[in-house]
T-cell receptor
Framework: AQTVTQSQPEMSVQEAETVTLSCTYD???????LFWYKQPPSRQMILVIR??????QNATENRFSVNFQKAAKSFSLKISDSQLGDAAMYFC??????????????FGTGTRLKVLA | DGGITQSPKYLFRKEGQNVTLSCEQN?????MYWYRQDPGQGLRLIYY???????QKGDIAEGYSVSREKKESFPLTVTSAQKNPTAFYLC??????????????FGEGSWLTVV
């Protein structure tokens, strides 16, 4: 079974600085999707960025980028120029590309990011 | 606007009572999901449904029930058999064929407190 591990329960970053959140996963599959979701205090889950495993190029979305290391099964999120609005819980998620009656999304336990003014 | 609507936002239930959480989506997604979120445990899958009139148990289905009579609706009933129901519940949906990169979308969630 696939697992997703976020080993940093909490991180802090100074406003305008850069922070990297770690995520590792375990799978025997070669094709899958990886996601980072943001959950602010409102609790609404918001997609930050996604990566297809077959793409070698790292995904980027404005100030958010990932470092996808397929062999190491690592999928870290880098936030540049951190803003106060980035403060939230961040979840890493995995989804297999193989149909098994459903597409199950597996989530990590989350990393709480604090942004210091 | 398209999205997923969950209601109620906050719900209090007495022990021994069943309660139903509503989830409606107008995204025309085939697949819908219910997750439970507890502190330090991330999101755990309760039930999922790939098509109308079909649903499957997730990882923590005991004490819960669902129905999928309409494509846009996937209500979750928390029964009195659920031993520790106080939690935050998230409904989600996705459509692998709609070109969004297989992204799952979430509602705003429902807080359930057993008193």
């Amino acid at each position: 079974a696939q697992t997703v591990t976020q080993s940093q329960p909490e991180m802090s970053v100074q406003e305008a600085e850069t922070v990297t959140l770690s995520c590792t996963y375990d799978t025997s599959e070669s094709d899958y999707y990886l996601f980072w979701y943001k959950q602010p205090p409102s609790r609404q889950m918001i997609l930050v960025i996604r990566q297809e495993a077959y793409k070698q190029q790292n995904a980027t979305e404005n100030r958010f980028s990932v470092n996808f290391q397929k062999a190491a099964k690592s999928f870290s999120l880098k936030i540049s120029d951190s803003q106060l609005g980035d403060a939230a819980m961040y979840f890493c998620a995995y989804r297999s590309a193989i149909w098994s009656g459903t597409y199950k999304y597996i989530f990590g336990t989350g990393t709480r990011l604090k942004v210091l003014a | 606007d398209g999205g997923i609507t969950q209601s109620p936002k906050y719900l209090f239930r007495k022990e021994g009572q069943n309660v139903t959480l509503s989830c409606e989506q107008n995204l025309n997604h085939d697949a819908m999901y219910w997750y439970r979120q507890d502190p330090g445990q991330g999101l755990r899958l309760i039930y999922y449904s790939q098509i109308v009139n079909d649903f499957q148990k997730g990882d923590i289905a005991e004490g819960y029930s669902v129905s999928r009579e309409k494509k846009e609706s996937f209500p979750l009933t928390v029964t009195s058999a659920q031993k520790n129901p106080t939690a935050f519940y998230l409904c989600a949906s996705n459509d692998p064929g709609d070109g969004t990169g297989n992204t799952i979308y979430f509602g705003e969630g429902s807080w359930l407190t057993v008193v």
